[in-house]
């Protein structure tokens, strides 16, 4: 998402239709649940919102399944044979033209070595988008073959699992002997998709991740101290804060006394930021409580707002809780963030109906 956000800026668009293509559709898929107001049309071809099979989604490969194609990756990324056979799964018309072919090799051998080629894979294995489809609310067009090529987690059901969560999607099948996303038949449904939708209005809401904090007892220190004191204090820590929001990439909504609510684009740096927020605390022996949601927020005006966004964000911080491990990956300031998990249980949020498993962010 970095990526698509880097070039709109360069380019200095506002908003454009996005293509994805297998994993690279999950990406697209995140970037207009997240920033609905620059995207257009989105188009999914062959998508996959889940790598490993699960009871919800059956249409996953199995994790051994997942590991083999790995190893084929590391083993036989950029030999001639195995790129050939790669291209006739995702590509048949590519494949039947030996100039086309051989540009289609060269390509992907230019793009990843072997072991990029098995990160990138991996990224397919391990990803989980199930819960994000329903927050998508610009028009979404599906492309699907009628049966599995070969391709790990492309399948038409998986398709059709994505259209069916995504408001008024749109699903094609594609029938012509060559029904790749390279097809003719492919760029002409495209074409009419793009074409035959009016611009539509900004949906009025978008997926994100908030971020919570508060000082505690900060009352009872502030008395301790003394006001001038507290005053000092409580303004090195808001610096802290902005200067971690800031390397974070993240936002601030909102402040309130010694609390921040702040927005992010995904839980990974988030977390990071939390955890940076309350080591840094410490050297002032001030303790932070931090609480971060990922979920479907309403939009008013820039600010967030709703039960998704201030009320359920800040009961998550009164428990010191974090978010579902499902998104907690991503890119930091300082390479990959990597989180591990406690379960906190479930617990009734004031004011949201319902009950909510919690988790915290685990030391180390």
Known sequence: MDDISSVFDDLEIERASLF?????????????????ERVEHLILAHPFPRGIRSEEYPWGLSEDRWLDWLRQVREHWGDRDFMENYARSVAPN??????????????LRLSLGPTSAVDWNRIGMETDIVDVLSSIRVPTLVLSRPDDHATPGDT???AR???????????????????????????????????????????????????????????????????????DLVTRHHADVRRELGRYRGR??????????CRFDGPARAMACARAIVDGAREYELEVRAGIHTGECQLVGEKL????????????????????????????????????????????????????????????
């Open 94 to 107: 590519v494949a039947a033209d030996p100039e086309e072919l051989d540009l289609f090799v060269w390509q």
């Open 252 to 261: 601030e909504v909102d402040s309130a006394g010694d609390g921040f609510f």
């Open 305 to 364: 707002a709703g039960i998704a966004g201030r009320h359920r964000g800040a009961d998550l911080g009164a428990r010191c809780s974090g978010p579902s491990p499902g998104l907690a990956d991503g890119e930091g300031s300082r390479g990959r963030l990597w989180f591990a998990f406690e379960e906190r249980g479930e617990y009734e949020l004031k004011g949201v109906p319902g009950t909510w498993r919690l988790y915290a962010v685990a030391d180390g």
């Open 20 to 36: 994805g293509l297998s994993i690279s559709a999950n990406v697209c898929a995140l970037f207009a649940a997240s920033y609905p």
């Open 156 to 158: 038409a059901g998986a």
């Open 161 to 231: 699992f994505v259209a069916d969560r995504i408001r008024d999607a749109h699903q094609v099948t594609l029938l012509s002997d060559d029904s790749s996303a390279f097809s003719r038949e492919s760029a002409d449904t495209i074409l009419e998709f793009l074409r035959g939708e009016a611009p539509v209005a900004v949906p009025d809401t978008v997926l994100a991740t908030v971020l919570f904090t508060d000082l505690v007892s900060s009352s009872e220190l502030a008395a301790a101290i003394g006001d001038r004191a507290w005053r």
